[in-house]
């Protein structure tokens, strides 16, 4: 089993920019000034949080390009890299799931209504089998969904919002 990552490592992940780089790089592979661009930051700031986020392992070089007369790295995500950030630190999990909230919070102001989704929370008792099965289910929602992402703007698609949190609590 990987050792768990201290709370310094975890932390690449607990900002929202790094979050929407994460999701914007599994589509595309991307130099910060087009990722700038597409998340509206500044190049500046969003080079920092490539630097962070790939000295952690979570991106990865895919290519070097001359641009007027400097050399661009364009950075691509692997979805399974995050798997490693699994901690049993509920401090950890907690600063994570923080940020997912409040990713969640920005992306509804832009959800089309009417177009469908789905929308749930529960909190609530299930047997073991059940519980194996619907993790199984989520683990594959996600693998699917990360495997048909393309680049922003992509003819034929559209842009969709996916956050999942599941995890068994303790009793009370």
Do not use: C
């Amino acid at each position: 089993m990987p050792e768990s990552p201290g709370l310094d490592e975890l932390r690449v992940l607990a900002h929202p920019v790094r979050l929407r780089i994460l999701s914007l790089l599994t589509g595309a592979a991307m130099s910060a000034a087009e990722a700038a661009r597409e998340l509206g930051e500044t190049q500046a700031n969003v080079s920092y949080h490539l630097r962070r986020l790939h000295e952690a392992g979570l991106l990865h070089v895919v290519e070097e390009v001359r641009i007027r007369g400097g050399l661009a790295k364009r950075y691509r995500h692997d979805p399974e890299s995050g798997s490693r950030f699994m901690s049993t630190d509920p401090r950890e999990g907690q600063l994570l799931l923080a940020t997912m909230a409040e990713e969640l919070k920005r992306r509804s102001e832009f959800r089309v209504q009417g177009k469908g989704g789905l929308t749930a929370d529960a909190e609530m008792w299930v047997d073991r089998e059940t519980w194996a099965k619907a993790l199984a289910h989520a683990h594959e929602l996600s693998e699917l969904l990360h495997r048909a992402a393309k680049p922003p703007r992509t003819r034929g698609t559209i842009p969709v919002s996916t956050t999942v949190a599941m995890f068994e609590m303790r009793r009370p």
